[in-house]
Every structure is written in structure tokens, then in C-alpha cells.
């Protein structure tokens, strides 16, 4: 069901030739501003939205070169025609002319000052554009008088890529006018919409009666886009975030809009982050935030000229005999004025910027190098993001590190986490075929933690699963179940599995009784610097090679 305003009286009696789009608008009730010429260019008809945005009450029989102006008349040639049109509000209009039959003309105000459907706008979804918004929320300020102050709501979907890449484009985009559809649903006759980006939308409020009301509207956009929908007869579900600002009490100038749809644009990263699926509303701490996240940006790109990054090692033990099976590398930061910083304070930059491809380049040569400096031939884990996977050199660095270090492949154990599986699936087989063929050994890391699914296992090869700690940490009963359950599958499908997280020496009694298995662990060791390692592994029996876990 098309969402039907209420019809208004000015629609004009069925216009013949009207560009679509205007028909549509016309057909659902909006107010269209419209004029009609005679082929002498005698205005025979115009509706009362062009009456009033044009102030001109008495137009119909008169010539419209008089009236208006030579230069906003329709053309002579051509059947299709826009001209800037100066309105008495002081702001300018697009004029549409469309040729109609027999001669005449049909002329349709864009909506930028009006109420009507906006022709300067977004042809797939029919909604205004940016600079329609811009327009509209001038024209809300100035109406506003004493009230309270319009809400400006970004809207972003959460999940449209992969609908747009696994359905096509032509899926993506009558999923993109259901969006539209239902957004206009949610609003209020007097609230505006515009898609402004791709996957984008935002929402003038106006006169919301208090900030309840307009979150109210921000939670049922929220709402309804999080129902599935279903398009080229499958069923998505998308879900959608939204960040809400005010404006501000400043110049209610043209950079009033700008500054509402950033401050509403920071709320939406937030939101973002935070979670999705959910609408925030600005506050300050959170551009101080991301003025930090900036920083952070920026000082990595020195850290990695200036070599602030640092590996510590993990040692992982066989649980039968606690022999030393080999280390996992993981990354930290020295920084100068933050101190010491772990992955997940940096690693997310890491990923976005995509300096993470330089930092990951440098952590598989350093952490081959360790490896090839220890007095044991001991594998060497080393992490590795959906970002690097998918990047195409990173096979290439790979190759560069074993080939600068020396250091057989086989000694290498790429660990991948679950998310790196489902970005593409495609792009991540041809990968880890590739890291295959060379020897390179593969880890399914922080199993169970993420959106872990069998079908993995069966798509793509890899030596070892590793358990995620959170699986591991508190024991109980259900834990327990499914730790015990994934190894048995591990043994089954002839996986080696390693269990992280294990801090106690009860924990690691529990997981030997379960069969074969790795662990590691604060019980066993923290990640240490390489030397120490080096220490560790003197001090330490190595589980003998060929031995099964
Ligand atoms: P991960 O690969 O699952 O690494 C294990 C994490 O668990 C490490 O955190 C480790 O310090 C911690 N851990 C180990 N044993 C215990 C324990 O007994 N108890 C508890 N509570 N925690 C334990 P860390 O070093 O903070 O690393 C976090 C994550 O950052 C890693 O998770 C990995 O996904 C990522 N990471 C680390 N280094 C790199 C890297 O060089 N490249 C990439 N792409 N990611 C990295
Ligand atoms: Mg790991
Ligand atoms: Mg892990």
C-alpha cells in the first residue's frame, strides 16, 4: 500500500501529459505547483500551489512571458525544459516545462520552497535531494518563529550492501524505494525526507513538540526498517541506524542545516559503533571522541614510521603433557603519550584507515624473524584481519616475509576469525588456497564467538579451531557442554583444536579430560616480549613433532 496523505484541494483536474513523476505525485495527493499554457503561451490553468508560491492570483488568460519574465517561458524548441524560476520568497525554483499535446505546455514548481514533491530529486525513490532539504529546512526556520526548534535525523541502513551484491543492483534498488516507502510512513505530514546518499536518508522534523516526539519518530523509522522485506522474492533483513541532532539556537543561516546534519551525522557513528539498530542523539563527548579517533589516525601513521609497534609472544602447550606446541604474535603499540596500548584500542583504526595492511605486512616479517631466531623450530601464530585478507597483496606479503626470514612455511599459522569468512567468501577460498598451496598453516580463531557456522568447516581447510576464550573463562555447565562438543567435532573432522583462555589449573584439568587438545593461556603464560620467549622456550619441553594434540 502507497502511503496516502490526505488529498488536497488545489490537485490540479487531471493535467494531461505530465511528466510521470508529476502524474504520481499528482495521483497521491500532494500539492503540485502547476501551469499550464496554450500554444501561444496563454496561461490556460494553474493550480493554487502555483498561485501561491508564485503570488500571482490572477495569471489564468493572461500571456506567462508577461507576467513572469522571457527568460522563465518555455523554450521553443525541445520538448523538455528547466529554467531557474525567481520566486517573491527570494529564493529560486526549478521550473519544469513539459511540451503537451497540440502545442501547449505544462509547468511544474519544484518543490524547494513548497510542500509538494520535490522534482529536484532523487529519481529512483522520488524524494528530494540534499539541496531540497537545505531548502526546506530554511524555509521550517524560518516558520518557526517561537517554537521548537526542527530535528534533523540521519538515517543509514545497516546491512544493504550485501543485498545489493548477493540480489543485483535492480534488487537493491526496489529495495531502496520500499526504504523510502516506509521512512514516509513513519513521518508526519509536516516532516521532510531526502535520500542523500547511496544507502542514506535524512529527516527534517519540523515543530516537534519536544524532544520525545521527535525521537518517536527516529525509533519508528528504526522500527520499521527493521522488519524483513522482501524483494525479487526473497526476504532481507536490513535494520537501519539513526543519529538525531536539533538545530542549533545559532544563525539560522544556510550554515544552520550544515551544522544540524553533521552534528546528526557524528550520532549516526556513534550508533554505528555502538551497535547498530538504534538511534542516538548527538551529544558533544562524542565529537570530542572522534577528534580523538582522528588523532589516533594520524599518529599511527607515524608510529609506523617511528616503529612504536612491538609483538609480544603467547606460548601454546599441548594439554596431555604440557609440551610446547609454538607461540601466537600479538601486537602493541608504544605510544608516546598514551602509553601502551592493546589491539583493540587501535586495531578498529587500523582496519578503517586500512593502515592495517602496512602494520600486518611488518607484524608476518617481524614475527617470522622471531620465530627464525628461536632455538626450537616452533610454529608461529600471526593474526590476520578481514581487511589484509581481502587486500590483494597480502599473499605477496606473505611470500616476502618467509622469503626475507627464511623461515618454512609450514612454521607459519595464519589465524583467521570468523567475520573474515563471510565478507567474502570467494575472495577468503582463493586465499586460503593460495596460502595452501604454499604450506602456510591455517587457524580458525575465537571460534563460536562470532556468527560461527559449520558450513565454514566444510568450505574451507584449516588445521586448526581454536576455541574462544569466552567459551573457556567461567566455567558451567553449558560452557562445559559445548566446549566438549566442539571437540569432539574437531577430532571428527580432523582438526587439530586449542582452547584460549585457559587461567587455571582446574580449567586445564577439565579440558584434558575432553581428549586431545591444545591450550593457552594466562595459566601457562601472558604474551611476552620476543627475548623472553626465547628464555621460555629453553626452559620448556616441546611436544615432539607427529605426535597428535
Ligand atoms: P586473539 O587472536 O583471540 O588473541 C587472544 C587474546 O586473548 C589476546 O588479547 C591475549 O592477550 C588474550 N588472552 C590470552 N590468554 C588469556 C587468558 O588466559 N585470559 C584472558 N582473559 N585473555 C587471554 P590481545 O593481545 O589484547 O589481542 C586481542 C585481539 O587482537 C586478538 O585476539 C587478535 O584478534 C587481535 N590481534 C592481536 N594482534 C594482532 C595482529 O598482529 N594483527 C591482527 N590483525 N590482529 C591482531
Ligand atoms: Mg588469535
Ligand atoms: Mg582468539
Not at 580523538?292 to 612491538?310: G, I, S, V
Not at 626475507?404 to 565478507?423: C, F, H, K, Q, W
Request: aromatic fraction near 6%.
Amino acid at each position: 500500500m502507497p502511503d496516502m496523505p490526505t488529498p488536497r484541494t488545489d490537485r490540479p483536474a487531471a493535467a494531461p501529459d505530465l511528466p510521470p513523476q508529476i502524474a504520481a505525485a499528482a495521483a497521491a495527493g500532494d500539492a503540485v505547483a502547476l501551469v499550464m499554457l496554450d500554444a501561444d503561451g496563454v496561461v490556460s490553468a494553474c493550480s493554487a500551489a502555483f498561485a501561491r508560491l508564485t503570488a500571482q492570483t490572477e495569471a489564468k488568460g493572461a500571456r506567462f512571458d508577461a507576467l513572469f519574465g522571457p527568460e522563465t517561458a518555455p523554450p521553443q524548441a525541445g520538448s523538455v525544459n528547466v529554467v531557474d524560476f525567481a520566486l517573491p520568497s527570494g529564493s529560486v525554483a526549478a521550473l519544469v516545462w513539459t511540451r503537451a499535446e497540440g502545442g501547449g505546455w505544462s509547468g511544474v514548481l519544484s518543490a524547494a520552497p513548497g510542500r509538494g514533491r520535490p522534482l529536484r530529486a532523487d529519481p529512483l525513490t522520488g524524494l528530494g535531494d540534499r539541496a531540497y532539504l537545505a531548502s526546506a529546512f530554511e524555509r521550517i526556520m524560518a516558520e518557526r518563529g517561537d517554537g521548537p526548534a526542527p530535528v534533523v535525523i540521519v538515517v543509514d541502513l545497516d546491512r544493504f550492501k550485501p543485498v545489493n551484491d548477493t540480489l543485483g543492483h535492480a534488487a537493491g534498488d526496489a529495495l531502496l524505494k520500499l526504504v523510502a516507502d516506509r521512512i514516509r510512513r513513519a513521518l508526519r505530514d509536516r516532516d521532510e525526507l531526502a535520500r542523500v546518499g547511496g544507502d542514506e536518508f535524512v529527516v527534517i522534523v519540523a515543530a516537534p513538540q519536544d524532544v520525545e516526539a521527535a525521537q518517536a519518530v527516529a525509533d519508528r523509522i528504526v522500527d520499521t526498517l527493521a522488519r524483513p522485506f522482501l524483494v525479487a522474492g526473497s526476504q532481507v533483513l536490513i535494520g537501519a541506524t539513526a543519529g538525531l541532532a536539533p538545530a542549533g539556537d545559532g544563525d539560522p543561516g544556510p550554515g544552520a542545516f550544515q551544522d544540524a546534519l553533521q552534528r546528526a551525522d557524528i550520532a549516526l557513528y556513534e550508533g554505528k559503533r555502538a551497535g547498530r539498530g538504534q538511534s542516538l542523539w548527538f551529544e558533544a563527548s562524542m565529537r570530542d571522541k572522534l577528534e580523538d579517533t582522528r588523532k589516533l589516525e594520524a599518529d599511527m601513521h607515524r608510529a609506523l614510521l617511528m616503529e612504536e609497534f612491538e609483538l609480544e609472544y603467547q606460548p601454546q602447550h599441548r594439554a596431555r603433557d604440557g609440551g610446547l606446541r609454538g607461540f601466537e604474535a600479538l601486537v602493541r603499540w608504544n605510544h608516546p603519550e598514551r602509553g601502551r596500548m592493546l589491539p583493540a584500542e587501535f586495531m578498529p583504526v587500523a582496519e578503517r584507515t586500512r593502515l592495517i595492511l602496512r602494520l600486518g605486512d611488518w607484524v608476518l616479517e617481524e614475527a617470522c624473524r622471531a620465530a627464525m631466531s628461536w632455538p626450537r623450530p616452533l610454529s608461529i601464530g600471526v593474526n590476520v584481519s578481514p581487511v589484509q585478507i581481502a587486500a590483494p597483496e597480502f599473499i605477496g606479503q606473505v611470500d616476502a616475509a618467509l622469503a626475507a626470514t627464511g623461515l618454512p612455511p609450514e612454521r607459519l599459522d595464519i589465524e583467521l576469525t570468523e567475520n573474515v569468512l563471510i565478507s567474502d567468501p570467494d575472495l577468503v577460498a582463493e586465499r586460503v588456497d593460495a596460502l595452501r598451496a604454499r604450506g602456510v598453516r591455517l587457524s580458525l580463531d575465537d571460534f563460536g564467538a562470532g556468527y560461527a557456522s559449520l558450513s565454514y568447516l566444510r568450505q574451507f581447510r584449516f588445521d586448526t579451531l581454536k576455541i574462544d576464550k569466552s567459551f573457556i573463562l567461567p566455567a558451567g555447565r553449558t560452557n562445559d557442554d559445548l566446549t566438549g562438543a566442539i571437540v569432539d567435532m574437531g577430532s571428527a573432522l580432523g582438526l587439530e583444536v586449542l582452547a584460549e583462555g585457559v587461567e587455571t589449573e582446574s580449567r586445564l584439568e577439565f579440558l584434558k579430560g575432553l581428549g586431545p587438545i591444545s591450550v593457552q593461556g594466562y595459566h601457562f603464560g601472558r604474551p611476552m616480549a620476543s627475548q623472553k620467549a626465547v628464555d621460555y622456550i629453553r626452559t620448556h619441553p616441546v611436544a615432539d613433532k607427529g605426535d597428535d594434540a
